[in-house]
C-alpha cells in the first residue's frame, strides 16, 4: 500500500530555512505527480507546492513563490520542499501527497499523506 513518511521539520527563526523529505513506498513513484500542503490548527488544508512525474514542471501557491522550491529524486523514491525566508505564517503541519496522475495539476490523494512534519516559524 501507498506509504509516504515526511521528515525534516523542526523550530526555526522568522528568515531561517529548512528541507523536508518525503520518502515513498508501495507504488510507482515516477508514474505520478507529487505534492506538499500543510495544516495549521483550525485552518483550511492548503496546497503548497505540486511537482509532475518527472521533475520538469512545478507550481506553488503565491505566498510561497520565490521562497519555496519542490524537487524530486525518482531513483531514491523521495521528495523534498527546500523553505527559505521562513515566516511565522509557514507554521503549520505540511504533509506529502501522491497525486492522482503524472501531471503537476492532478487531483491530490490526500488520504495517501504521512503522519506530517511539524514546522514552526518563531523568534
Known amino acids: 500500500q501507498v506509504q509516504l513518511v515526511e521528515s525534516g521539520g523542526g523550530l526555526v527563526q522568522p528568515g531561517g530555512s529548512l528541507r523536508l523529505s518525503c520518502a515513498a513506498s508501495?507504488?510507482?513513484?515516477?508514474?505520478?505527480?507529487m505534492c506538499w500542503f500543510r495544516q495549521a490548527p483550525g485552518m483550511e488544508r492548503e496546497m503548497v507546492a505540486r511537482?509532475?512525474?518527472?521533475?520538469?514542471?512545478?507550481s506553488y501557491r503565491d505566498s510561497v513563490k520565490g521562497r519555496f522550491t519542490i524537487s524530486r529524486d525518482n531513483a531514491k523514491n523521495a521528495v523534498f520542499l527546500q523553505m527559505n525566508s521562513l515566516k511565522p505564517e509557514d507554521t503549520a503541519v505540511y504533509y506529502c501527497?501522491?497525486?492522482?496522475?503524472?501531471?503537476?495539476?492532478?487531483?491530490?490523494?490526500?488520504?495517501?499523506r504521512g503522519q506530517g512534519t511539524q514546522v514552526t516559524v518563531s523568534s
Open positions: 501527497a501522491k497525486l492522482f496522475a503524472r501531471t503537476a495539476l492532478s487531483p491530490a490523494d490526500f488520504g495517501s
Open positions: 508501495g507504488f510507482i513513484f515516477s508514474s505520478y505527480g
Open positions: 511537482i509532475n512525474d518527472d521533475g520538469s514542471f512545478t
